[in-house]
């Protein structure tokens, strides 16, 4: 398996410009999630998918963020407008159950996402 | 809510064993994992433990529980150059609207000398 994979791996953009980042989950993983890494704040997880469906987006920063996941095999999350501070590196991650059953999550590489 | 605290840094000489520390506070917690990052690349699952073992041991790998104290941490031995990378300790949220996520400390930075 190719493992997660994300794109793009770098995006730069300009204030007020919509932005979405891309990722494919490991095939038959049932479970996706997005975080966002910072120096500041670490690693900070977004949302989360079961089966396709948000379950918990109680970290998404604000209205400007959106994820959706069509599919089994896809996931977006956007950002409309960006902002400077919305630059970090966004992750993707998916796993077959939950971590307290002791699922490993795979994380995708990210995509270093900067916003001038 | 939710808390996990690492120290920052960690030097060590090649060879010797690092000891990377990690303090949480919800006790509901049922697994806790160790996660590496290398330069530009995602985290990848060093090793976990269930919240009811004091201690599990792979290969150079060796990690300690203190659920009473709340209180991990990971031991490398042999720390190889290799090894040099962020170590993140992460907690399995089994309470209240936390349920099912991990919450991630601030990470540790080892760096390894020749």
């Known amino acids: 398996d190719a493992g997660v994979i994300q794109s793009p791996r770098h995006e730069v953009t300009e204030m007020g410009q919509e932005v979405t980042l891309r990722c494919k989950p490991i095939?038959?993983?049932?479970?996706l999630f997005w975080y966002r890494q910072t120096m500041m704040r670490g690693l900070e997880l977004l949302i989360y998918?079961?089966?396709?469906?948000?379950?918990?987006d109680s970290g998404m920063p604000e209205d400007r963020f959106s994820a959706k996941m069509p599919n089994a095999s896809f996931s977006t999350l956007k950002i409309q407008p960006s902002e400077p501070r919305d630059s970090a590196v966004y992750f993707c991650?998916?796993?077959?159950?939950?971590?307290?059953?002791?699922?490993?999550?795979?994380f995708g590489p990210g995509t270093r996402l900067t916003v001038t | 809510g939710e808390d996990v605290e690492q120290s920052l840094f960690l030097s060590v000489r090649e060879g010797d064993s690092s000891v990377i520390n990690c303090t949480y506070t919800?006790?509901?917690?049922?697994?806790l994992y160790w996660y590496k990052q290398e330069p530009g690349a995602g985290l990848q699952l060093l090793t976990y433990?269930?919240?009811?073992?004091d201690m599990k041991q792979d290969q150079r790998l060796t990690v300690l529980l203190n659920k009473k104290d709340k209180h991990l941490s990971l031991r490398i031995a042999d720390t190889q150059t290799g090894d040099s990378a962020i170590y993140f300790c992460?907690?399995?949220?089994?309470?209240?609207?936390?349920?099912?996520?991990?919450?991630f400390g601030q990470g540790t930075i080892l760096t390894v000398h020749p």
């Open positions: 991650a998916s796993s077959l159950g939950l971590t307290i059953q002791g699922s490993e999550q795979y």
């Open positions: 095939s038959g993983h049932d479970y």
């Open positions: 998918f079961n089966n396709n469906v948000p379950i918990d």
């Open positions: 919800d006790s509901s917690s049922t697994y």
């Open positions: 433990i269930f919240s009811n073992m």
């Open positions: 992460a907690e399995a949220n089994a309470g209240g609207t936390s349920y099912g996520k991990l919450t």
